[in-house]
């Protein structure tokens, strides 16, 4: 079999044509969704069949781009690419943090990604940092943009292990002073929209028609006058300086509009060589004066476009730079190579305020001003303004606030707010975290502190961190003031406001009234919420924890899985001292002893808990602090937990329950009174994530039966059915729904099976197909696109145990030629990937000739045009 072909180099422009260059940006980006308690994006329904929209975009966009195709004429893979090798583009650090952690190895690819472009870009990588939440930057203050700024750089810096030449700005969202900002913290240039330049003139010190640095005369440069940019009629074949103070500069790019739009809006990606065309047509006829000018033809949108907003735009934007490469047209470059070849002859002035995406400036993060998502007539947006202005005040109360309660602990809580980004970044390597936490406090604390006094600088600075997650701009962006972006920066508040409230004391506590009074002048459109402040309670109260509710967690999910000694819950840690289980039938008792530790703050404590469960969702726990130097608490705890043993032997359940009410309540009540019953937790306490395992796991056997009953009817009536067909009758409408799920669920579960049979699944397409049952081609699609890659992971744990092992392979190849004939897409991305990762292994010499000739036809069912196959550097398999 023939070794992957490495991809060839540009062609080199023949040296009479102009110079001319190609650049696409991609903004990629996903508003932060973590639970701010949890620190982790519990599982969004909305995005099924995956686990939350990160993921679905990963599959569907940032995955795909790591790896992309390009096929033949017979929809062949003939070519895969890293396209961010090739582009420009930046990535949100929250998502390249999420990314790190769930999809790592995209992650990489990214990361590699800039390596391969700085070796074709003269040295440049393509990787742009972004202001770090995505706060739109003319609206916040100047304390808040320096730190977004200072972590974005911070972020960038760890990741791609360089300084960063260019910075994305939040929507485009630009004024002069944030410019200088940048400026001022190194940053070389960013990317603005056309209609954000408000004018232009010739650099005092060049002729734009004569070779670059010619000098003008000073009287004719005291002559040189400003050019309006009116409606977006900048020339954005070439980059610009903008003076800024005290002599700094700063350089921009502003993009083609049109072209831009048509890739985003108009469906230039449902063609990658239209693509390729339309950046091709962003050039001027040379200039008369000097026909070898350099051009740049640049695009900007979001990165989403490609793979997400229009599916398979991965591969147009392939096909798209493989066509401008190979015509020899022009060259691709990214921002910093063309700037260092072809600095400004032009300055220009931007226009304050102003964004890409608002026609009215940056009114859409603050005020009613029309812009919205549509299709909700009658629908305003009037909530904007006092959203803002409770987060502003929000903002504003708990600064001095925490001023006064830094003095003590802190050299300076904003310079040490900007290094707190060190602490952030360190979470991803817990190995790493302890001595990044050490040297934070080394350098930023006025002497060695307490624990107690940890805590409350770790808390302080969590506030803080808090305080700019919460502007994040997709807040405001939507229609709907209860919309699950605008949820998640009052969340973001809700943390602040429960923070402050145990660090400041009653002025902390009084911040929430003051907070919801604004917030509740933001009119929900939807009648049954009302306003901002009943979307924080009915949302954002039922978010907040503390150490006891994740103890409640910890002791619920222990009835249902076995937890470690020492084990992680999200961001916690949990040391188990002690658990006891009493069985009685269906009825189970567990009660134990555990510490709960945040890997956040430090803040910990022991609890003591006791859990009764009688069987499917009826379960109910309780919950205390434990003090474990107390002798009478111990005593007490090993009392009752003799007496629960008892009782549960006893199968006597009121006894239980008065023993779980007496410990964890109150004690004995006074004679006449009625003792206080403990806090109650059942599953709705469980965080979502596990709530949905356990009640997954306690509904298997329910729809097994459900199945089970549903697949007998149609069986019974499978020939019925099958004459209604033949005659052209319709199937009574409770036949034909036993008929969809039954066949459905037969599919599926034949499909997931470990030991597959093509003739099972066969058969069951067979019949959909001669009885018309409608399958549901999303959730088979992707449950065998995910067969595949388990049959794919297995084989290449087979082939590195034993290159001539040929089970793994064999199933592998039984399960591709079955979804080839599949009447649905399957996604086979992934399982492609691991394919080719395979492919280039150094061993497979290794490999014996027939599992070569398996393994070459395994690669042709899934679609693999293998004998003419490139493969990029940068591609690896997810």
């Not at 474990?628 to 009392?639: I, K, L, N, Q, S």
């Not at 145990?801 to 599949?822: H, R, W």
Request: glycine content about 6%; overall charge negative.
């Amino acid at each position: 079999m023939a070794k992957p072909r490495a991809a060839k180099s540009p062609k080199p422009q023949p040296a009479a044509e102009a110079p001319r260059f190609v650049c696409i940006h991609g903004h990629f980006y996903q508003p932060p969704r973590e639970n701010p308690w949890l620190e982790t994006v519990e599982v969004q329904d909305s995005a099924a069949p995956y686990h939350d929209w990160n993921d679905r975009i990963t599959a569907e966009c940032y995955a795909p781009n790591g790896a992309s195709r390009i096929t033949n004429k017979q929809d062949e893979i003939i070519r895969i690419m890293n396209n961010y090798a090739r582009i420009s583009y930046n990535f949100g650090p929250t998502l390249l943090s999420w990314l790190h952690d769930k999809a790592p190895r995209t992650y990489r690819m990214i990361l590699d990604a800039d390596k391969f472009s700085a070796q074709r870009y003269s040295g440049h990588g393509s990787a742009m940092a972004q202001v770090y939440n995505h706060l739109i930057m003319p609206l916040a203050n100047k304390r808040d943009a320096l730190t977004q700024i200072r972590w974005g750089i911070a972020d960038f810096e760890f990741r791609f292990g360089r300084k960063p030449e260019g910075m994305w700005l939040a929507e485009t969202a630009v004024n002069r002073s944030v410019l200088d900002l940048m400026a001022q913290e190194g940053i070389k240039f960013t990317i603005l929209a056309p209609v954000q330049c408000a004018r232009v003139r010739i650099l005092p010190n060049t002729n734009p028609d004569s070779n670059p640095g010619a000098v003008v005369e000073a009287a004719e440069a005291e002559e040189i006058s400003w050019t309006e940019t009116p409606n977006a009629t900048v020339d954005p074949t070439h980059p610009y300086l903008i003076h800024l103070d005290e002599g700094r500069t700063i350089n921009i790019f502003f993009y083609d509009g049109p072209a831009s739009r048509a890739i985003a809006f108009e469906g230039l990606l449902n063609s990658g060589e239209d693509f390729g065309k339309r950046l091709l047509a962003g050039f001027h006829p040379p200039s008369p004066g000097d026909p070898e000018i350099a051009q740049i033809s640049h695009v900007a949108t979001d990165g989403e476009s490609y793979g997400h907003h229009h599916k398979h735009g991965e591969m147009a934007l392939s096909y798209g730079m493989h066509y401008i490469e190979d015509g020899q047209q022009a060259s691709l470059t990214n921002y910093a190579e063309f700037l260092e070849k072809f600095p400004p002859k032009w300055e220009a002035e931007v226009a304050e305020d102003t964004s890409w995406s608002c026609v009215h400036g940056v009114e859409r993060w603050r005020s009613n001003c029309g812009c919205n998502s549509g299709g909700k007539p009658g629908w305003n947006q009037e909530w904007r303004t006092p959203l803002r202005d409770a987060l502003d005040y929000l903002r504003d109360a708990t600064a001095p606030l925490a001023e006064q309660l830094a003095q003590s602990l802190l050299k300076d809580l904003w310079a040490a707010r900007d290094a707190y980004i060190q602490v952030i970044l360190s979470r991803e390597d817990p190995a790493r975290s302890p001595a990044a936490i050490l040297n934070f406090f080394t350098q930023h604390a006025t002497r060695e502190l307490t624990d107690n006094e940890r805590i409350a600088c770790l808390e302080l600075l969590e506030l803080e961190r808090h305080t700019q997650l919460m502007y994040t701009s997709c807040g405001w962006f939507f229609d709907e003031i209860s919309g699950i972006e605008t949820v998640q920066i009052i969340a973001y508040a809700g943390r602040v406001l429960q923070l402050a409230a145990k660090l400041f004391g009653q002025p902390g506590i009084d911040l929430e009234k003051n907070f919801l009074d604004i917030l509740a002048k933001g009119k929900s459109n939807i009648p049954e919420i009302g306003n901002g402040a009943e979307v924080y309670r009915r949302y954002v109260n039922s978010m907040q924890i503390g150490l006891e509710q994740v103890g409640a967690h910890y002791a619920i999910s222990s009835i249902f899985r076995n937890y470690p000694e020492h084990g992680e819950l999200f961001c916690f840690d949990v040391h188990r001292e002690s658990q006891e289980t009493f069985n009685s039938g269906r009825g189970r008792v567990a009660v134990g002893r555990a510490l709960i530790y945040s890997r956040i703050t430090e803040e910990n404590e022991d609890i003591c808990f006791a859990v009764l469960h009688l069987g499917d969702q009826n379960l109910s726990a309780a919950v205390k602090r434990y003090n474990a130097d107390d002798p009478a608490e111990v005593e007490a705890f090993h009392t009752f937990s003799t007496e629960i043993g008892v009782a549960i032997r006893r199968a006597n359940l009121p006894e239980v329950i008065r023993l779980i009410d007496r410990f964890f309540g109150q004690g004995e009540a006074p004679s006449g009174s009625q003792s206080q019953s403990p806090i109650a937790y059942s599953l709705t306490s469980l965080f979502a994530d596990e709530q949905h395992r356990i009640l997954n796991t306690i509904l298997n056997q329910t729809i097994t039966e459900m199945e089970e009953s549903l697949r007998k009817i149609y069986e019974d009536h499978a020939s019925l059915l099958h004459f209604l067909t033949e005659t052209g009758m319709s199937a009574p409408p409770a036949l034909a729904s036993a008929a969809r799920f039954a066949i459905n669920a037969s599919l599926r579960r034949a499909i997931e099976a470990d030991n597959f049979d093509p003739a099972d699944v066969e058969t069951l397409l067979n019949r959909a197909e001669d009885d018309q049952i409608p399958l549901d081609a999303q959730l088979l699609g992707f449950t065998a696109g995910q067969r595949m890659k388990r049959a794919m992971v297995r084989l290449e744990a087979s082939a590195a145990g034993d290159p001539s092992a040929t089970g793994a392979l064999t199933t592998a190849l039984i399960i591709a030629e079955t979804i080839d004939k599949m009447p649905f897409e399957v996604n086979l991305w992934q399982a492609q990937n691991i394919w080719n990762d395979l492919l280039r292994r150094s061993d497979m010499n290794y490999w014996t000739a027939e599992w070569k000739e398996n393994f070459k036809n395994l690669g042709k069912a899934m679609n693999i045009s293998v004998d003419e196959l490139v493969i990029e550097e940068g591609v690896s398999a997810i």
